[in-house]
């Protein structure tokens, strides 16, 4: 009779006698991408085979304040703040039936005289939240002398093995009538903030996930409004 030797760190002979793989040497069998800003349920029993899951929790950026300013002046509002980040390694056996995945808005854009929005917050269940970016607000009078104003600062840390808060946005600044800098958004672990403005406009989005918005600029009469931040995802790696 032929004899076979198997490593008892990976595999188990069962009652039945059927040589078996044990539960949790499999490693990683799927990664669930939660992209759209919404709430989500996860079912344990779907996943019959599972041991752990790795979850990455992004939060949504900030969104950054409009600006107006009148004839001969400048304007200029500073970043928002990018959303914060968490994750968390989870033994299967202290996962719920179901649990309630929540993937954070970026905030609103503000209108010319109003401030932008926070992020949204995400989430998986109750063991991994990530708390969103602020919004930029409408800090700077219109006018022609110098002037600045400080940045946008960042949420604090949420729940999870490693959580972090999002990064500040930038301060601005007028040097004169016509010269001037918004603030950069955010950045975010996932992504990264928007770009500051020297001219007429709006803020720069963010790219990715969770950066916050920059902040807008308008010189001379113009009014402009500001821009959204960036949403956030929640990651899920499964392991069997």
């Known amino acids: 009779m032929a004899a076979v030797c198997v490593d008892d760190s990976y595999f188990e002979v069962g009652d039945d006698g059927r040589l078996t793989l044990i539960p949790g040497q499999e ?15 996860f079912k344990k029993a ?19 304040a409009g600006a107006r300013a009148n004839a001969g002046q400048l304007v200029a509002q500073p970043g928002a703040s990018g959303g914060g980040y ?6 299967a056996s202290a996962l719920g039936a179901t649990e309630s995945i929540v993937v954070g808005a970026g905030g609103d854009a503000g209108t010319a005289t109003i401030d932008g929005g926070a992020g949204g917050n ?3 269940g109750g063991l991994c939240t990530a708390l969103g970016g602020n919004g930029g607000q409408v800090v700077m ?4 002398t110098p002037v600045c104003h400080t940045g946008t600062s960042g949420p ?13 946005g930038g301060g601005s600044f007028r040097i004169n009538g016509n010269e001037g800098h918004s603030g950069e958004g955010g950045e975010s672990r996932l992504g990264h903030g928007g770009w500051q403005r020297a001219t007429s406009g709006g803020g720069g989005a ?3 996930y969770g950066g916050g918005a920059a902040g807008a600029l308008a010189r001379d009469g113009d009014s402009v409004n500001g ?4 949403q956030g995802i929640v990651i899920v790696y499964l392991y069997g």
Request: aromatic share 10%; net charge negative.
């Open 122 to 124: 995400s989430s998986f």
């Open 156 to 168: 604090l840390a949420g729940v999870g093995d490693l959580a972090q808060g999002g990064g500040p």
């Open 141 to 144: 009078a219109s006018g022609s």
């Open 86 to 91: 968490a994750e968390r390694l989870i033994e």
């Open 206 to 208: 963010g790219r990715g």
């Open 46 to 64: 779907d996943y019959p085979w599972l041991a752990r899951v790795f979850v990455m929790v992004q939060a949504g950026g900030g969104g950054a």
């Open 27 to 41: 490693g990683l069998r799927d990664v669930l991408y939660f992209k759209t800003p919404d709430t989500y349920t």
């Open 227 to 230: 821009t959204a931040g960036g």
